[in-house]
């Protein structure tokens, strides 16, 4: 630190002062990692110095209660519950991508005027603050239909998506894009919740056909782009 002299003390005074909120700024920033090894595990810190994830050897718990010791990652949310866990027990290192057979001539008949649940995913926690849902329905001449979704957040409270219209005559695949954190308040490592597709005939008197929709995906909103109302 420079030292003061009656020299030129008001230059001196002003060099203290700048080397002092460099000093500062050094203290604020957070330390750069670019290489290290360890031992056993490390720990994750957020800004308050709390755990949000460990890194190495795990001491897992199992549904049942019981304890296992593996090695990965684990990463937790602000209330301490498990939101991501990748270990060289259990896979996620590298996982195997799996698509499902299915009948395409297989559809749901919606006649009701009033919306039918026909299709209902259940993730037991949300790994994401976005969900991504593809629902491919058909209209018989001169009926008219709508989709839309709806979810049972964990405290069993529904919430609805925007819906879709489908004229007669026609067929078509109808995306959802869903911020559930803006729709219904939901954080990542809530507990089990429940999307369920809904059909109604608007006009006519001929059949909705629902098919079978693709599997669900839930990933972050932003990265999805997903909005509060599905649409």
């Not at 866990?85 to 290192?93: F, V």
Request: charged share 20%; no cysteine; hydrophobic share 40%.
């Amino acid at each position: 630190m420079p030292e003061i002299t009656p020299a030129d003390p008001a230059a001196q005074i002003a060099a203290w002062k700048r080397d002092i909120e460099r000093r500062l700024r050094n203290l604020e920033q957070p330390n750069q990692l670019s290489s290290a090894s360890f031992v056993g595990r490390t720990r994750i810190l957020d800004g308050d110095g709390n755990t949000i994830g460990v890194l190495g050897e795990l001491v897992v718990t199992e549904p049942g209660g019981a304890t296992s010791d593996e090695t990965g990652v684990l990463i937790q949310n602000a209330g301490g519950a498990d939101v991501f866990l990748a270990t060289d027990q259990r896979g996620l290192i590298t996982p195997v991508p799996q698509f499902e057979w299915r009948r395409p001539q297989d559809t749901v008949i919606v006649t009701s005027a009033s919306y039918v649940d026909v299709f209902q995913a259940i993730p037991v926690y949300m790994t994401g603050t976005g969900i991504d849902a593809l629902v491919a329905i058909a209209t018989d001449a001169a009926t008219d239909g709508n989709v839309r979704l709806k979810l049972t957040d964990p405290s069993g409270t529904n919430h609805f998506s925007s819906a879709r219209y489908l004229p007669g005559s026609s067929s078509d695949y109808y995306r959802f894009l869903w911020d559930l954190e803006a729709a219904a308040g939901m954080e990542v490592g809530d507990g089990t919740f429940f999307v369920t597709v809904q059909v109604r005939r608007t006009s006519g008197v001929g059949n909705v056909h629902v098919f079978q929709p693709l599997p669900m995906i839930v990933r972050d909103a932003g990265y999805i782009g997903a909005t509060p109302t599905g649409v």
